[in-house]
């Protein structure tokens, strides 16, 4: 792209950030002759980005909101990149998003993008939440030259919210990895003995989740209608792949299943690198999210073939075709969340066809090679106009 190699940062708050959403992507630029430096707190995570020749720069970036720590961590940021003098610094995850791009700002750093995962205020939020959010977002967009969506809502909603200008917002999308993400991969053999290594009864339907163990993710309102279904269905397993979150005030413990007396058909995986294979032991997945950029699992799932049903909201209603793909179900809605599930299991031929179209849809609009190209061709775009290449 230059006679130089362009130089680039991907900032985020948490490792996990990296590794699970930004991992290949960071791959896909190096290859393309980047230059790629990768910044967050520290993780056991960055050994796998490190192993890939990608450097790694540790400044703890607190989630939660801390005025002192969030000053130092400004600091921090603005002598690094002063020093290092990126060509891009592009940022991920709300606190980095804000306090990484002001860093960035005062460093003089030409290019600075943003992507947004997903906004933190929903319609039915309190005035005081949105007005936070918002001010948060407005100040954070005055320092970008870009700023990427995972969902077109999102995008909508900036503009209508005069958080930034038309200009600078682009389509980003979710990227999914078609070859990783494939069911052909998994044979029926090899089903039944992923089932057994992780303790699923092979006679027993199952029902998928792939989230964070945050009330925000809806985990209430699913084991509240897995006990339902349980009446109906008792051979029946939810397998639930995600990591704790103990920092988070909505935070839950596997041990809340026994609340609503289903621990018996509950099987808590944490925090997987093969969720791949997980999804292959599915019959169904279920996502009855308060808050979802896109939902990168709905997309996963549905590439492996699997029948989906989500929450109505920004995101999940991007990610899920409602009577194609899976079902959309209101926001918190108990029992018509137990029904949407129950529905695919009464119709297996139904959600099977949902499955196959699902895959369909996501390899035409969300493969993960389109994404990246969409972010080579900004980034492009963005160098030639400060005149860099």
Not at 94 to 114: F, M, T
Not at 211 to 222: H, P, S, T
Request: proline residues 4%; charged residues 30%.
């Amino acid at each position: 792209m230059a006679n130089r190699k362009i130089k680039i940062c991907y900032i985020s708050s948490v490792d996990v950030t990296m590794k699970f959403i930004l991992f290949n992507q960071l791959i896909f630029l190096k290859r393309e002759g980047f230059d790629v430096y990768v910044l967050c707190s520290p993780g056991k995570w960055l050994k796998d980005i490190e192993r890939e020749g990608i450097k790694v720069k540790t400044i703890r970036v607190k989630r939660n909101i801390s005025p002192f720590s969030d000053v130092i961590t400004l600091i921090e940021l603005f002598f690094y990149f002063r020093k290092e003098k990126f060509d891009i610094v592009h940022a991920h995850t709300p606190k980095a998003g804000l306090i990484g791009q002001l860093a960035a700002k005062l460093a003089g750093v030409p290019i600075i993008v943003n992507t947004i995962h997903g906004l933190y205020f929903q319609e039915k939020d309190s005035f005081k939440k949105r007005a936070l959010f918002i001010l948060t977002e407005k100040i954070a967009a005055k320092c970008s030259d870009l700023i990427f969506f995972v969902n077109k809502e999102d995008m909508q909603t900036v503009v209508d919210e005069k958080i930034c200008s038309p200009d600078v917002v682009r389509y980003f999308g979710g990227g999914v990895d078609m070859a990783r993400f494939n069911p052909g991969r998994f044979s029926q053999e090899l089903i039944v003995e992923k089932k057994k290594q992780l303790g699923v009864n092979l006679n027993h339907n199952v029902i998928g989740i792939v989230a964070r163990l945050v009330k925000e993710k809806g985990y209430e309102d699913l084991f509240e209608a897995f006990k339902e279904i349980l009446t109906r269905f008792p051979q029946t397993t939810l397998l639930v792949a995600g990591f704790l979150e103990p920092e988070k005030k909505d935070a839950i413990q596997p041990d809340i299943v026994k609340q609503y007396g289903i621990e018996n058909n509950v099987i808590f995986l944490g925090e997987r690198t093969d969720v791949d294979e997980i999804y292959a032991t599915m019959d169904m997945f279920v996502l009855p999210s308060y808050r979802e950029g896109l939902g990168i699992s709905l997309l996963e799932a549905s590439a492996m073939e699997k029948p989906v049903v989500a929450s109505d909201i920004r995101g999940c209603r991007e990610a899920v075709g409602d009577g194609v793909t899976g079902k959309i179900v209101p926001l918190g809605d108990v029992p018509r969340l137990s029904q949407a599930l129950m529905y695919l299991m009464l119709h297996p031929k139904e959600a099977k066809e949902m499955g196959e179209n699902g895959r369909i849809r996501v390899a035409r609009e969300f493969d993960e090679r389109l994404i990246f190209g969409r972010i080579k061709e900004e980034y492009k775009r963005l160098l030639h106009n400060k005149g860099i290449v």
